[in-house]
């Protein structure tokens, strides 16, 4: 499914509790009042995670995020019409001044794959780890994103212990062309590395522990750039359920 990706940071002066009532409480309910052609939103609020390898003294690159933002849309023609709307042009976009550091942001548009579905009612204590990686230097995006499976399996076997419990995982390779490309935009965001792959990996809080190993054996295909890819723990907010009506 066609997905716009947004990974968020809070603007100057809010403290990252604020951050996330914020967009959560009014933000949020600015999109389920009029929902226009939106399919699903999803925010995922980050409590945790690691940015770059820490080799470079200077960190040239690297910013924390507060939230990671998905917004589903069933087709091209749905997404263009809710970007276009007056009701997302006057009210849902000029908000975003009133809590992201917009020349931050990251956003791009996606095709979600869905490789292990991850659970309906996730429990109180499932995480949703999220692993934003770009490509290493002298990789193509589309040689990362094929290369990305065999990555993972060896991930898997290098964490044992993580690989039972993973609950879900999908995929979403970025889309660099097309007006969906330039609807990202909207979001705003600086000259930053592009991203190569989003991977999303639901399991319970007490297998965070064995994460790191798959994620140094991923990032050890030579696929991934370092200092550039990070990792978020976050916990999954729904804020508009996927439409029937649609």
Not at 2 to 9: D, G, N, S
Not at 126 to 138: D, F, N, P, Q, R
Not at 216 to 228: K, P, Q, T
Request: proline share 7%.
């Amino acid at each position: 499914m066609l997905k716009i990706v947004a990974a968020v940071r809070r603007k100057p002066g809010m403290t990252h509790t604020e951050y996330l009532a914020y967009i959560e409480q009014v933000h949020g309910k600015l999109a389920t009042d009029n929902p226009l052609q939106l399919h699903r939103y999803v925010q995922n609020h980050a409590f945790d995670g690691a940015y770059g390898s820490g080799d470079r003294p200077d960190h040239v690159g690297v910013f924390h995020r507060d939230s990671v933002t998905e917004l589903y849309f069933t087709s091209p023609q749905a997404m263009a019409e809710t970007f276009s709307a007056e009701y997302n042009r006057t009210v849902i976009a000029p908000d975003g001044a009133h809590f992201a550091e917009l020349p931050t942001n990251q956003a791009l548009l996606t095709i979600e794959t869905v490789l292990v579905p991850p659970p309906a009612a996730p429990a109180a204590n499932m995480v949703k780890i999220m692993m934003l990686l770009t490509c290493a230097e002298g990789v193509v995006a589309a040689e990362a994103q094929a290369g990305w499976q065999a990555a993972h399996e060896a991930g898997l076997a290098a964490a044992p212990a993580f690989a039972t419990a993973i609950c879900g995982l999908t995929r979403s390779d970025p889309q660099d062309s097309g007006p969906g490309a330039a609807m990202a935009a909207h979001f705003g965001g600086g000259d930053q590395p592009p991203l190569a792959l989003l991977v999303s990996i639901w399991a319970p809080e007490d297998a965070l522990a064995n994460f790191r190993r798959y994620e140094r054996s991923v990032l050890a295909s030579g696929l991934f750039h370092r200092d550039y890819s990070y990792f978020l723990f976050t916990r999954e907010v729904e804020i508009l359920a996927p439409r029937m009506d649609q």
